[in-house]
T-cell receptor, first 112, second 113 residues
């Protein structure tokens, strides 16, 4: 079993729809939870990070962390074609050198 | 402020050749990382460093070596390149504290033939 599981998609939605992404994990030591966006042939770009459990909102993006269920989510409201990318969840623990453990990524396609 | 700079952007190697992937940062971050990303996959950690003079193995270190003589530079060395090392390589730094987060370079696309 992988340490972080993420549905590879692809996830295709019409413009304006809500995109819902999620990851599950097995390591209870993870403290920081992040979502990265990666466009084709580019490096990952940090979208949001959350420390421990809770919700965080930034514009059209909402990140949720449920440590009791070992489950994290990212919601994108009013999706735009420019949101078409691969979304990677990642997690880390200070005690483990802050090494990021990534999910496999979910491809998202927002159709005009 | 360049952030994380990786060179070269592209490289084709023949089996058995060696090369060094360069990574330089100007943010004075102590933590630096090398990841590889295979097509359609997430990133896997090769090596990391928590400061100058300190390095440690990640998930997939075989076939690679690193050094960290300065805070700014964290080169990744490939010895005896193999087709399995065909991948995109990303260098990253981490900032601690209130602005916790990672900054990735733009990657080096390596093909071993």
């Amino acid at each position: 079993q992988k340490e972080v599981e993420q549905d590879p998609g692809p996830l295709s939605v019409p413009e304006g729809a809500i995109v819902s992404l999620n990851c599950t994990y097995s390591n209870s030591a993870f403290q920081y939870f992040m979502w990265y966006r990666q466009y084709s042939r580019k490096g990952p770009e940090l979208l949001m990070y959350t420390y421990s459990s809770g919700n965080k909102e930034d514009g059209r993006f909402t990140a949720q962390v449920d440590k009791s269920s070992k489950y994290i989510s990212l919601f994108i409201r009013d999706s735009q074609p420019s949101d078409s990318a691969t979304y990677l969840c990642a997690m880390s623990a200070e005690a483990a050198g802050n090494k990021l453990t990534f999910g496999g990524g979910t491809r998202v396609l927002v159709k005009p | 402020n360049a952030g994380v700079t990786q060179t070269p952007k592209f490289r084709i190697l023949k089996i058995g050749q060696s090369m060094t992937l360069q990574c330089t940062q100007d943010m004075n971050h102590n933590y630096m990382y090398w990841y590889r990303q295979d097509p359609g996959m997430g990133l896997k950690l090769i090596y990391y460093s928590v400061g100058a003079g300190i390095t440690d193995k990640g998930e997939v270190p075989n076939g690679y070596n690193v050094s960290r003589s300065t805070t700014e530079d964290f080169p990744l060395r490939l010895e005896l390149a193999a087709p399995s090392q065909t991948s995109v390589y990303f260098c990253a730094t981490m900032r601690q504290g209130r602005d916790y987060g990672y900054t990735f370079g733009s990657g080096t696309r390596l093909t071993v033939v």
